[in-house]
């Protein structure tokens, strides 16, 4: 008896919103690498053509869609244009995301003067895109009876912590979509569209390095140490780590796995600090 390969995605097409970040990209090299083909989609056309030029440097068949997760009109489109290339959209990674420094609280700005358009942009492109790229690509989906859309939740839906409560907020939104979404389309449309989500726990990335490393020293921060301390094997993820959990979740070995969060985080969520 021959034993099916479990993470066999060759041929899959895979859209990947936040494409040129450090995550989305590493998705995309995980996935491409794999015999997935990749659609890249994310705002900065230049950020994403450097992303594509990189993939197809490694032999990987890829796509670059100049889009807002928040502009449905946008969206619409390039999931035309994905379907026009490829025939068809397998998987969709809504990796599109991130906090920012108007969102968080610090020694200059409570939580009483946090402005409102801080806490917006990032409720907004965390939780609203996601909803809005998983209308617009999932419902093609829904037309060919399968697929697969794998979002990017955080630790912080499981325990907020300090200093970002919008990014928090925004996260544990995610995992309650992921969930809710997950039963909807098996309910409404097809068991075999599967919605689940990772969690990653604490991974250096533009958005987040200026909490973690002290700009003029490259030493950790004290938020930086703590988060180290209470990391059982004390090291941030490196974006790899994310990749075969990444793999796993959108290929045939997950058939029965659907509405699931699942932590990548060292341990940290494990941890009670004692």
């Given at each position: 008896?021959?034993?099916?390969?479990?993470?066999?995605?060759?041929?899959?097409?895979?859209?990947?919103?936040?494409?040129?970040?450090?995550?989305?990209?590493?998705?995309?090299?995980?996935?491409?690498?794999?015999?997935?083909?990749?659609a890249?989609?994310?705002r900065?056309?230049?950020?994403?053509?450097?992303?594509?030029?990189?993939l197809?440097?490694?032999?990987?068949?890829?796509i670059?869609?100049?889009a807002?997760?928040?502009?449905?009109?946008?969206?619409?489109?390039?999931?035309?244009?994905?379907?026009?290339?490829?025939?068809?959209?397998?998987?969709?990674?809504?990796?599109?995301?991130?906090?920012?420094?108007?969102?968080?609280t610090?020694?200059?700005?409570?939580?009483?003067?946090?402005?409102?358009?801080?806490?917006?942009?990032?409720?907004?492109?965390?939780?609203?895109?996601?909803?809005?790229?998983?209308?617009?690509?999932?419902?093609?989906?829904?037309?060919?009876?399968?697929?697969?859309?794998?979002?990017?939740?955080?630790?912080?839906?499981?325990?907020?912590?300090?200093?970002?409560?919008?990014?928090?907020?925004?996260?544990?939104a995610?995992?309650?979509?992921?969930e809710?979404?997950?039963?909807?389309?098996?309910?409404?449309?097809?068991?075999?569209?599967?919605?689940?989500?990772?969690?990653?726990?604490?991974f250096l990335?533009?958005?987040?390095?200026?909490?973690?490393?002290d700009?003029?020293?490259?030493?950790?921060?004290?938020?930086?140490?703590?988060i180290?301390?209470?990391?059982?094997?004390?090291?941030?993820?490196?974006?790899?780590?994310?990749?075969?959990?990444?793999?796993?979740?959108?290929?045939?070995?997950?058939?029965?796995?659907?509405?699931?969060?699942?932590p990548?985080?060292?341990g940290?969520?494990?941890?009670?600090?004692v």
């Amino acid at each position: 008896m021959t034993v099916p390969n479990d993470f066999e995605i060759d041929g899959k097409v895979c859209v990947i919103t936040g494409g040129s970040g450090v995550l989305g990209s590493e998705m995309a090299k995980a996935i491409g690498e794999n015999g997935g083909k990749v659609a890249l989609l994310a705002r900065s056309e230049d950020e994403l053509e450097e992303t594509r030029a990189e993939l197809e440097d490694r032999g990987i068949d890829a796509i670059a869609l100049p889009a807002s997760v928040l502009d449905r009109a946008e969206l619409d489109a390039a999931a035309e244009t994905v379907v026009d290339e490829f025939g068809r959209i397998d998987v969709l990674v809504n990796a599109a995301g991130g906090n920012h420094p108007d969102a968080t609280t610090g020694s200059d700005t409570s939580f009483f003067d946090l402005p409102k358009e801080g806490l917006e942009s990032v409720v907004n492109v965390n939780f609203v895109g996601t909803v809005l790229a998983s209308q617009a690509f999932g419902e093609y989906m829904v037309d060919q009876g399968e697929g697969a859309i794998l979002n990017v939740s955080s630790m912080n839906a499981f325990t907020p912590l300090t200093k970002i409560p919008g990014y928090s907020g925004a996260k544990a939104a995610v995992s309650n979509f992921t969930e809710w979404l997950a039963v909807h389309m098996a309910q409404e449309y097809s068991p075999d569209i599967r919605v689940n989500a990772i969690a990653p726990g604490f991974f250096l990335t533009e958005q987040n390095r200026y909490l973690l490393i002290d700009e003029e020293t490259g030493e950790y921060t004290d938020r930086g140490q703590s988060i180290i301390d209470h990391t059982p094997q004390g090291r941030f993820g490196d974006p790899e780590d994310l990749s075969t959990t990444v793999l796993w979740l959108i290929a045939p070995g997950s058939e029965f796995v659907t509405g699931t969060v699942i932590p990548i985080d060292g341990g940290f969520s494990a941890f009670s600090g004692v």
